[in-house]
């Protein structure tokens, strides 16, 4: 027969054996480990929340003036802000000139201006990004016999 042991907290009585009281303290060492933890996240969140307001404050406050009614920031303060704070940067709009070099080999024809007319009618260009390609203009630099 497992001996049990009695233990009365603010009126009330439990009954332990050694194996469950031996469970029971377990549990609460692992739950007193889990609080401690989460204690600490908690603290790291807070401390987090406290320098961000102190980030953002401060860059209100140093472009502000005492009876300023609007305060203008450039997007380069914002997004150090941005960074600092661990957010998404303000992105713009960009557009870029790009020069490609290509060979095309095997086209059948009778002479060099069927060959431009050939590549000019059939050369494609794609961007697979969201954005918007125009091909200006297609110059066919050299054309030669294979």
Known sequence: MTEQ???TVEGATYYHTSESLAALIKQSTEDKAALTKMTERYSEKFNLV???RGDVYELFSSNYSSGDEEITLSVEDINELLRT???DELKRLWSATIKIHVTVNGIEASNK???QEIVENNLEISYVEDGDLFVDYVDVREVTPE
């Open 5 to 7: 042991l009695s233990v």
């Open 50 to 52: 406290h320098q961000i």
């Open 113 to 115: 201006d069927e060959v």
């Open 85 to 87: 704070i661990g957010g």
